[in-house]
């Protein structure tokens, strides 16, 4: 059984657009850093294709769409890649590896695939006008 990331159990909104993660939880990526040493931030650790978010990472919930349990895991994770690349703590093409992997937990979590699809182009598409990257 598919567990949801639920608010009041593992985020809470803490202002308007603005959530901050209740429990720390894993994530499996695909892929690991490029010279296999681990990244650790303050709300975050990524080392051996997981990625740990720490109690107390705050994010803007699901930018340009509904804040759904479908999507909100899905968009923790990448606000944390999106951070980790703007401060320099990744390269750029971790912006791209973050979007993929957040089309993937959209799925996992139960999002139709026509909804996954789209949202991850609309983060691909973001991403591409922010980084003028492929």
Not at 47 to 67: C, N, P, Q, S, V
Not at 119 to 129: D, E
Request: charged fraction near 30%.
């Amino acid at each position: 059984m598919m567990q949801f990331f639920l608010e009041g159990e593992d985020y809470e909104r803490i202002g308007f657009r603005t959530w901050r993660v209740l429990k720390t939880f894993d994530t499996v990526c695909e892929f690991d850093t490029s010279d296999d040493e681990p990244i650790i931030t303050k709300f975050g650790h990524f080392e051996d294709k997981i990625l740990r978010i720490e109690k107390g990472f705050r994010w803007d919930g699901a930018t340009g769409a509904l804040d759904t349990a479908d999507i909100m895991k899905a968009s923790c994770v990448h606000d944390w890649f999106c951070n980790a690349v703007d401060n320099g703590v990744l390269p750029i093409e971790y912006r791209r590896k973050g979007d993929d992997l957040f089309k993937r937990i959209c799925l996992e979590q139960g999002m139709p695939e026509f909804r996954a699809n789209y949202c991850h182009a609309a983060v691909v598409a973001w991403g591409h006008a922010k980084y003028h990257v492929k």
